[in-house]
């Protein structure tokens, strides 16, 4: 069963996933400190060329199943016309109202 965007316990998680949904780069990149920073199955990512290629231009879609860690832990069902649907994990750092880093990868 998935968890409604809008039940998403942390506000900035919240406004990601959204973002993402919605392939909204201004909305996306307004969730983001400066200078945030990410990776994908533990290789470090440019971030806007990673969020270019695997969301905006790819059209992702994340489908959250399960949140943990007061919302800064998801498994999502992530969909993109790259790679199809698989599970995921994302895992937030939150400083300030702000994602300073997430890490996704295959759950």
Do not use: C
């Amino acid at each position: 069963m998935t968890i409604q965007v809008a039940k998403l316990s942390d506000p900035a998680v919240r406004a990601f996933v959204a973002a993402v949904n919605a392939h909204d780069r201004e909305a996306f990149q307004a969730v983001l400190a400066p200078g945030a920073t990410m990776s994908d199955d533990g290789t470090e990512r440019n971030l806007d060329e990673w969020a270019d290629r695997e969301i905006f231009s790819s059209h992702g879609h994340m489908e959250v199943d399960n949140e943990s860690k007061g919302g800064h832990s998801l498994i999502a069902h992530y969909n993109n016309d790259t790679w199809g649907e698989m599970t995921t994990r994302w895992t937030f750092t939150v400083e300030g109202g702000k994602i300073t880093r997430f890490d996704t990868g295959q759950a």
